[in-house]
């Protein structure tokens, strides 16, 4: 049971993306995957990529990925952003979240970051579990904003 770990590649984007559209049926929100994989792919890989992510790769098949981007915090400085950590339902259970988590983190102390973020739905009690493990602060105090920009 060796998982390959290794940074995304553009042509990668079409399994990520797939990724994704598996999380958001797990966390019930299918219909809120509405980026384009020309999107995606541009915003990883064009001339300006916004995010990075790494792969995770078991029997020469991606299962389980952890996209991230850089945010700046006025407080604490550089932070990394963990926008989704995902491993396909069929080899959950063999640590390969573990590995993935634990490579991000290394990158971000590797780079000098102040920390990591990253949100969990109040619900999913699994991955609360799984967060609780590392030395993780869960806030309650803050709320999540935001506004979508229509494309007409």
Known sequence: MELEIRKAERTDCPHLLELIKELALYE???EQVTVS?????ESGFGEHPVWGAFVGIYQGKIVGMSLYYIRYSTW??????LEDLIVTEEVRGK???KILLDHTIAFAKAEGY???MWQVLDWNEPAI???KK???TL??????????????
């Open 95 to 97: 640590g390969f979240g």
């Open 76 to 81: 604490k400085g550089r932070r990394l952003y």
């Open 134 to 136: 590392y030395d993780t």
């Open 114 to 116: 102040s920390g990591m």
């Open 129 to 131: 579990n799984f967060y």
């Open 28 to 30: 019930r929100a299918p």
């Open 139 to 152: 806030d309650g105090e803050w709320i999540n904003v935001s506004i979508d920009f229509k494309k007409h």
């Open 37 to 41: 994989m020309e999107e995606f792919e």
